[in-house]
T-cell receptor, first 112, second 112 residues
């Protein structure tokens, strides 16, 4: 069974700090990975995608992928209270129609 | 703006009833996927449609069924509702070129 594991948290960081969110996956065939942000009562919002080993930066967000270790992470620099949300990691094999497996999400709390 | 809309926003049904949830995506989304998200969990894949045909199905019973129409709209039907069907139902338009899925706002279903 394909699994994506995340620590449910909550992860609490002070405003301005770096928040580090981690995810592991079981399917070695997974090639495409995504991070979504989900505010309470709302639907998931796409933050970043990553397909290759290494780092990918977009503004305050950096996604990291290590396929050998089956590990994906998301770093949020200069965390703001508005970043407080649940962060979902998703991954799956590419090619044809893409059906990702989602983790249960990590709750992030950024306190002033 | 993801280009994916869903209706209704909220719905209350009683056990044993049937429900139809609707989704509309946009051109460029060549797949439509439906997910069930229970409180505190990640989205669970129900099924996916590609060119109006079911293209993959998760671990859901046959009373969960769907359709995709030529105008980028789709519907999810659930028969014989059970209390455990209470959840947020998410529709996602997919871009197979990048494996990216864009979520609609969701429908909150409550079964009493």
């Amino acid at each position: 069974q394909k699994e994506v594991e995340q620590n449910s948290g909550p992860l609490s960081v002070p405003e301005g700090a770096i928040a580090s969110l981690n995810c592991t996956y079981s399917d070695r065939g997974s090639q495409s990975f995504f991070w979504y942000r989900q505010y309470s009562g709302k639907s998931p919002e796409l933050i970043m995608s990553i397909y290759s080993n290494g780092d990918k930066e977009d503004g305050r967000f950096t996604a990291q992928l290590n396929k050998a270790s089956q590990y994906v992470s998301l770093l949020i620099r200069d965390s703001q209270p508005s970043d407080s949300a649940t962060y979902l990691c998703a991954g799956g094999p590419s090619g044809g129609s893409y059906i990702p497996t989602f983790g249960r999400g990590t709750s992030l709390i950024v306190h002033p | 703006e993801t280009g994916v809309t869903q209706s209704p926003t909220h719905l209350i049904k009683t056990r044993g009833q049937q429900v139809t949830l609707r989704c509309s995506s946009q051109s460029g989304h060549n797949t439509v996927s439906w997910y069930q998200q229970a409180l505190g969990q990640g989205p669970q894949f129900i099924f996916q449609y590609y060119r109006e045909e079911e293209n993959g199905r998760g671990n859901f019973p046959p009373r969960f069924s769907g359709l995709q129409f030529p105008n980028y709209s789709s519907e999810l039907n659930v028969n014989a509702l059970e209390l455990d069907d209470s959840a947020l139902y998410l529709c996602a338009g997919g871009d197979s070129a990048t494996d990216t899925q864009y979520f609609g706002p969701g429908t909150r279903l409550t079964v009493l």
